[in-house]
């Protein structure tokens, strides 16, 4: 028995020792919860909000003439979805989708610079998300105006819904901060002058780990997540409203 046992984890791939290490974290995690209820609602949320966000970085490079990412114009989640960073972002609160890979080469605007069509390519994901909030948001208040809330609100659907409107807000807010990886980066580097934006692409490195260490200690606690949290109201206020407008 120890040497089948021997024989069959000497068999794993790193991935799959990655994948089995996460999925028995989250079961634990769930454990912890003691509520199954939570991945129900939160794991298909955060798939859609990974999905747009992906989708339209995809859709705006192809816009602008780059065919690289064309397979990726979809909202099928399993063209977009990173297993490893789906799980990480149920877990910890931050996580990635499968990077759409750009040619900046293949860009047909030459009016435009080309760092230019890259920020409005990085934009676009947040963008994306925003107006998927929106359009759920939409959909929560058409269920809220014809009366069926009280039929509906236990309803799996509609935690769905309700939770990734509360994802999506949160997604493209925090992708717009201006450090890598995150897209606010590169909407940055399009924005600042000459001599900024070569320091910040000959350092980008470092402020990738100012990034790690800002999400690890408490500065992200005590800073930037007040911050998010107070535009994340505004923006789910003002999305309610624009909501009710469109009804209107």
Same mark, same amino acid.
């Given at each position: ?43 298909? /949320?955060?798939?859609? /909000? ?45 996580? #990635? ?21 890259? /920020? ?43 939770? /990734? ?33 070569? #320091? ?14 800002? #999400? ?33």
């Amino acid at each position: 028995m120890k040497e089948k046992v021997m024989e069959f984890l000497k068999g794993l791939t790193a991935k799959q020792i990655i994948i089995g290490i996460a999925l028995a974290a989250v079961i634990i995690y769930i454990m912890r919860l003691n509520s199954f209820n939570y991945i129900l609602y939160t794991l298909p /949320a955060l798939m859609i /909000a990974i999905t747009v966000h992906e989708f339209g970085h995809a859709f705006i490079a192809r816009k602008y003439g780059d065919d690289t990412a064309k397979d990726r114009i979809t909202l099928n989640p399993f063209k977009h979805i990173d297993w490893i960073g789906l799980l990480s972002l149920f877990i910890c609160g931050i996580g #990635w989708g499968k990077p759409v890979e750009i040619d900046p080469n293949n860009f047909k605007k030459k009016n435009i610079p080309i760092d230019r069509i890259e /920020a409005i390519v990085a934009l676009a994901g947040p963008v994306a998300n925003l107006i998927t909030a929106v359009l759920l948001m939409v959909l929560i208040r058409v269920f809220l105006s014809i009366g069926i809330i009280g039929l509906l609100k236990n309803y799996v659907l509609f935690e769905i819904l309700k939770i /990734a409107v509360l994802i999506n807000i949160g997604m493209g807010v925090f992708n717009l901060i201006p450090l890598p990886p995150l897209d606010g980066s590169k909407i940055l580097v399009a924005l600042l002058p000459e001599k900024a934006r070569a #320091w910040y692409t000959n350092n980008e490195r470092l402020l990738y780990i100012v990034f790690i260490i800002i #999400w690890v200690t408490p500065i992200a606690t005590m800073i930037i997540s007040p911050i998010i949290g107070g535009i994340n109201k505004f923006l789910l206020s003002l999305i309610y409203t624009i909501a009710g407008k469109i009804l209107i």
